[in-house]
């Protein structure tokens, strides 16, 4: 993997020298230089925590709603049939449109948490929904020969059973969360945030801030991820 | 109380369980043709028959997870219910004490241990998520799950498969000792096993159950 990353980074590299121009394709050693005079500044760190703070916000409320809603259609019907429509409609709007619509509808410092939301909804009630509807119909039948309390079947039975899906939801889910919270931040221009970051360094042609910029991304996107999929391994089913 | 066809429904005060004139079709398959039973209270019916004479279909009927396409059940709403299915239908990451914690009414630790000594599983197995226990541990936690509780009309679908020959004897002592006094239905294929359990045996004919003799 290491030897694999430090290939790419050659590769980098030489086409950087090749190019020749920083503002066009900064160079590795650029980037990294970059990152370590971002690092050490106060701005830095807020610039993070806000952006961390927002989209983080929106994917949680996406993996709770997304998930009662599911919850909710497959025990009512009525719920079931005016979600599903709503929820593919959802699923098939571009992005930059719900960015453009909660820019007018909304505050803009709530932008990138409800764009995050919308965009992760449908994943998480799309899974949810698909875990429910594969639980094991034989532990259903065994849950209701014995009686077993709803509180008792939810831990023992469903949410083992739903877990894999809402795992897949959220491995998923991360991603399109930083994807689309921070496009919304660069497209609001929403102050102090990762995406004003990116438009100043669109602005002023300076690639190596927005490779540095993109690294810190990844990286935030990588480690919510490893951070929920630990958390949904705690769910009932998931630990032992 | 009953069970009619199609409805699922409480019609009519009973306490014995019967299935009156139950006919069950699965597509074009006529597995039960106005089939009778009545099982007798505080004992052990067993239920006979070849593959596919629609013993499990009777079983599901009784435990009230299928409905007859005619005819009616009877006597089972209100009762307390507890089953051995084919399947274990345990749940994989509960360990052994837990699965059996998961249908007492009250929370009662020792007594699940107590229950799972008695039908033979080693200490060390309590404790284990019960995917890591063999199939004839599996077994006794399905067994114990069904028969701990106060359950006053059990269904046992061939409990005893996947037991060893060595251990049978013990298990089926405490399964004869947990049943004394309760309605159960027991599914089999040995006549012999119907006999240690001093049940009255109805075998089923190989087609449709149609005439089951006692």
């Excluded at chain 1, 932008?111 to 119909?137: C, K």
């Excluded at chain 1, 077993?148 to 877990?163: C, K």
């Excluded at chain 2, 004490?97 to 008695?118: Q, S």
Aim: contains cysteine.
């Amino acid at each position: 993997m290491t030897l694999v990353a430090a290939f790419w980074v050659a590769v980098w590299q030489i086409v950087a020298w090749m190019v020749g121009r920083d503002f066009i394709l900064a160079s590795p050693l650029a980037v990294i230089k970059r990152l370590g005079e971002l690092a050490p500044t106060w701005d830095f760190w807020t610039t993070v925590g806000l952006s961390l703070g927002r989209i983080t916000l929106g994917f949680a409320l996406a993996a709770v709603v997304g998930s009662l809603l599911a919850a909710l259609a497959a025990t009512l019907r009525v719920v079931d049939v005016l979600l599903s429509p709503l929820i593919s409609a959802i699923r098939s709007v571009p992005v930059a449109s719900f960015i453009i619509l909660v820019l007018l509808w909304a505050d803009s410092g709530k932008l990138a948490t409800i764009t995050a939301f919308l965009i992760v909804l449908p994943v998480v009630y799309g899974n949810v929904s698909e875990g429910i509807h594969q639980r094991d119909r034989k532990m259903l039948e065994f849950a209701s020969v014995f009686r077993i309390p709803r509180r008792r079947r939810i831990l023992a039975i469903d949410i083992p059973a739903v877990r894999p899906y809402f795992a897949a939801a959220c491995r998923i889910g991360v991603g399109l969360a930083w994807k689309s919270g921070v496009a919304a931040e660069v497209i609001g221009v929403i102050d102090g945030s990762i995406g004003e970051r990116l438009y100043e360094a669109k602005i002023f042609l300076d690639s190596a801030s927005l490779f540095a910029w993109t690294i810190v991304i990844v990286a935030l996107s990588m480690a919510c991820e490893a951070i929920v999929l630990r958390l949904v391994k705690q769910l009932p089913g998931g630990a032992s | 109380m009953t069970r009619a066809a199609g409805e699922g429904r409480p019609a009519v005060e009973a306490r014995r369980v019967e299935l009156r004139k139950v006919t069950r079709r699965y597509d074009d398959t006529v597995v039960l043709d106005r089939f009778d039973l009545k099982l007798d209270e505080g004992r052990v019916t067993a239920i006979m028959g070849p593959n596919g004479s629609g013993k499990t279909t009777i079983a599901r009927l009784v435990l009230g997870i299928d409905a007859p396409d005619d005819g009616t059940v009877v006597g089972i709403d209100g009762r307390r219910l507890a089953a051995v299915f084919q399947e274990n239908r345990l749940c994989d990451h509960l360990s052994a004490v837990n699965n059996v914690r998961l249908v007492l009414d009250h929370d009662d630790r020792a007594h699940a241990d107590h229950h799972l000594r008695r039908a033979g599983l080693a200490d060390e197995a309590l404790d284990r998520p019960v995917r890591t226990l063999s199939g004839g541990q599996r077994r006794r936690v399905a067994i114990v799950r069904a028969l701990a509780g106060d359950a006053d009309l059990v269904v046992l679908d061939e409990p005893f498969t996947g037991i060893d020959r060595g251990s049978k004897a013990a298990l089926e002592a405490y399964v004869r000792d947990r049943l004394r006094g309760r309605t159960a239905l027991l599914v089999t294929h040995s006549a012999t096993e119907a006999e240690r359990f001093g049940a009255r045996v109805v075998t089923l004919d190989a087609k449709s159950g149609q005439e089951a003799r006692e």
